[in-house]
């Protein structure tokens, strides 16, 4: 299949997936497509289908795309960032959904000001406890919230799990509703200098069962541009 036509397979399940929600029905559904790996015609395919917001993981390869596509589509970084790339990263991307340390939140902060910018950023949450994953515990949310707060030039915008790769896909079912819950105790948090409205969760194999749950912006690969070669 083409990747106009899976993009509109990719919409049709969303949209049954938002109508099995119990929670915010109406909410609607970004679609960020992953297009790491992938090559600047393939990007044009998607944006020419529709694609508002696409996602890389790493600063470099991004860059060297963003050089032929330019700011006419959201650049979303869902890749871990480290604290040397964060100077490459700032002018870049619309939203940094791959904050977990504060030390990472203070450099985003010191660089954005430098670009008189406001970085959108969301915190990952390590929900599944597995040792290769990103993100910070949980129980570090509040604390990590009010600090992300204080920082002038650094907007906390949602919540961001990767969850595991099991092979039943009803079980990320129970993680993806933790994280709605977590989500909406930000939320209620009111903390100042900050607009919690994104929660990204779900990627190709489970991005259904995640709007069931609650997710607002899912990140589909695979589902949109077949398998990546490495
Ligand atoms: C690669 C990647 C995706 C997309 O994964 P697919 O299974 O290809 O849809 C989503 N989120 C993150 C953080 C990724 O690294």
Not at 122 to 128: A, E, K
């Amino acid at each position: 299949m083409s990747i106009v036509e899976n993009i509109k397979d990719v919409m049709i399940n969303i949209a049954k997936a938002q109508s099995q929600r119990k929670n915010s029905e109406n909410e609607k559904v970004t679609l960020v497509a992953v297009t790491k790996n992938h090559g600047v015609p393939a990007i044009k395919e998607a944006l020419d289908a529709g694609i508002l917001a696409i996602g890389e993981n790493r600063v470099q390869e991004a860059r060297m795309k963003f050089q032929e596509i330019g700011n006419c589509v959201q650049w979303h970084l869902i890749g871990h960032l480290q604290t040397n790339k964060v100077k490459q990263a700032i002018p870049l991307f619309d939203l940094i959904h791959s904050v977990d340390s504060e030390n990472l939140a203070l450099e985003i902060n010191r660089i954005a000001e430098k670009h008189k910018k406001r970085q959108k950023v969301l915190l990952q949450l390590n929900i599944s406890g597995e040792t290769s994953k990103f993100g910070i515990n949980p129980t570090q949310l509040p604390k990590m919230g009010r600090f992300i707060s204080e920082l002038e030039y650094v907007e906390l915008a949602g919540l961001m799990t990767i969850a595991p790769n099991f092979e039943q896909i009803e079980s990320t079912r129970p993680l993806f509703r933790e994280m709605y819950q977590l989500y909406m105790e930000l939320k209620t948090m009111n903390l100042q200098n900050t607009n919690i409205n994104y929660l990204s969760m779900g990627m190709t194999n489970d991005y259904r069962v995640a709007i069931e749950e609650g997710a607002n912006l899912i990140r589909v690969g695979t589902g949109i541009f077949g398998q990546r070669e490495y």
